[in-house]
T-cell receptor
Framework: DAGITQSPRHKVTETGTPVTLRCHQT?????MYWYRQDPGHGLRLIHY???????DKGEVSDGYSVSRSKTEDFLLTLESATSSQTSVYFC???????????FGPGTRLTVT | AQKVTQAQTEISVVEKEDVTLDCVYE???????LFWYKQPPSGELVFLIR??????QNEISGRYSWNFQKSTSSFNFTITASQVVDSAVYFC?????????????FGGGTRLMVKP
């Protein structure tokens, strides 16, 4: 199994509060991704990183920001959580863009 | 724009039946990659297979087989002699070379229920 952990695994927060999710890898892979999973939509890309301090937006980036100060950590921040951001968030990594991505265990976030 | 369609939202079979999960994709690129992932009830995403657009050979891995046909833009997945442990949501995904970090575009998933 790829060495990917996500924290927290579950979180309940109130609307308007900031939330940070962490993805940590031990594989030294260059590329890291944040997806959200919602019923009927499969997974959709939020942001991705192609190196330390190198990030870019994905398909559903509004309301989210990311940071990557070390190869092994990729943080996803919801500056002011909304109920529409209730979802399961998955982090993924890969060594090369064209290769398969390996996913972390997911974080279930509920915004009340 | 890339798109993946899994028209079957839910399939129910009895153990030992064969089942095929359909995946149709859209892309303008000539170089792209197709994937299948399995999400069991425990929630993790498990990588099953990757195919590039230049390799149309079908693949077999145990009870699993994949049929890639560029002419119909399809990448179907067949499970032979299904087992209860195959019960999961299966996702087909597409990435295009050079597109936003080769982000994966997922289909909506097919929930497979295998009954004993």
């Amino acid at each position: 199994d790829a060495g990917i952990t996500q924290s927290p695994r579950h979180k309940v927060t109130e609307t308007g509060t900031p939330v940070t999710l962490r993805c940590h890898q031990t594989e030294n892979h260059r590329y890291m991704y944040w997806y959200r999973q919602d019923p009927g939509h499969g997974l959709r890309l939020i942001h991705y990183s192609y190196g330390v301090k190198d990030t870019d937006k994905g398909e559903v980036s509004d309301g989210y920001s990311v940071s990557r100060s070390k190869t092994e950590d990729f943080l996803l921040t919801l500056e002011s959580a909304t109920s529409s951001q209730t979802s399961v968030y998955f982090c993924a990594i890969t060594d090369r863009e064209e290769y398969e991505q390996y996913f972390g265990p997911g974080t279930r976030l509920t915004v009340t | 724009a890339q798109k993946v369609t899994q028209a079957q939202t839910e399939i129910s079979v009895v153990e030992k039946e064969d089942v095929t999960l359909d995946c149709v994709y859209e892309t303008r690129d000539t170089t792209y990659y197709l994937f299948w992932y399995k999400q069991p009830p425990s929630g993790e995403l498990v990588f099953l297979i990757r195919r590039n657009s230049f390799d149309e050979q079908n693949e077999i891995s145990g009870r699993y087989s994949w049929n890639f046909q560029k002419s119909t833009s399809s990448f179907n997945f067949t499970i032979t002699a299904s087992q209860v442990v195959d019960s999961a949501v299966y996702f087909c995904a597409l990435s295009e070379e050079g597109n936003a970090g080769n982000m994966l575009t997922f289909g909506g998933g097919t929930r497979l229920m295998v009954k004993p």
